[in-house]
C-alpha cells in the first residue's frame, strides 16, 4: 500500500523549533519529489514547501522562507521540516504530499502543530 | 503570483442533484497543472482531477473536470450522500503550488 505518515506535531511556544517526520512506505521514495502542504483551524489548503528528486531543489513559500528547512533521506524514505521561530500562525495541521506532473497524489493523515503561550 | 478563485463559497444540493463548481485563475494557466481535490472533515485531501480533466485512479465518473485558460470547472453529475465534502482547484506553476479557497458542498 501506498503510505506517507507524518510525525512530530505538538505544542510549542512562539519563537520555538519543531521538526516534523513524513515516512513513505510502498512506492519508490527517492523518484518522488514531496511536498509539506498546511491547513489552519478552519482554513484552506497553503503549499509549504517542495523538496526534488536527490532535493537538487528545494521551495519554499514565502510565509516559512528563512524559517523552515526540508530535507529528505533517501535511505530511510523519510522527509524533515524543520520548523525554527515559530509564530502563531503557523499553527496548523501539516500534510506531506506526493507530487508530480503539477499534482498531488498521495497524502497523509496529517499532524497537528500549535503555536501558543 | 496566480490567485484561484472558487465559486461559491457554498453550494446547498441534494442528493441526485447536478453539482457545478468553478475555479477562476487570475491570469491563464497550463491545464495539465490544474487538479480538484475533495476532503472530508478530519481527513487529508484527496485526488479527484488532475489535468484539468482526468479522473484520478478510483474517482467515479460521475465526477468531471473541464476548462482551459483562466475557466475550470469540476462537475459532480449526480450527489451521491459521500459527495458532501469541500473541493479545492489547485494549480502548479514556476515551483510553487496555489490552492483556492474551496467550495463547501452542503446538504440542502
Known sequence: EVRLVESGGTLVKPGGSLRLSCAASGFTFSAYTINWVRQAPGRGLE??????ISSSYIYYADSVKGRFTLSRDDAKNSLYLRMNSLRAEDTAVYYCARGGLGRLDIWGQGTM????? | EIVLTQSPGTLSLSPGERA????RASQSVS?????WYQQKP???PRLLIYGA?????GIPD???GSGSGTDFTLTISRLEPEDFAVYYCQHY???RWTFGQGTKVEIK
Open chain 1, 47 to 52: 503549499w509549504v514547501s517542495s523538496i526534488s
Open chain 1, 113 to 117: 502543530v500549535t503555536v501558543s503561550s
Open chain 2, 20 to 23: 457545478t463548481l468553478s475555479c
Open chain 2, 31 to 35: 491545464s495539465s497543472y490544474l487538479a
Open chain 2, 42 to 44: 478530519g481527513q487529508a
Open chain 2, 53 to 57: 480533466s482526468s479522473r484520478a485512479t
Open chain 2, 62 to 64: 460521475r465526477f468531471s
Open chain 2, 93 to 95: 506553476g514556476r515551483s
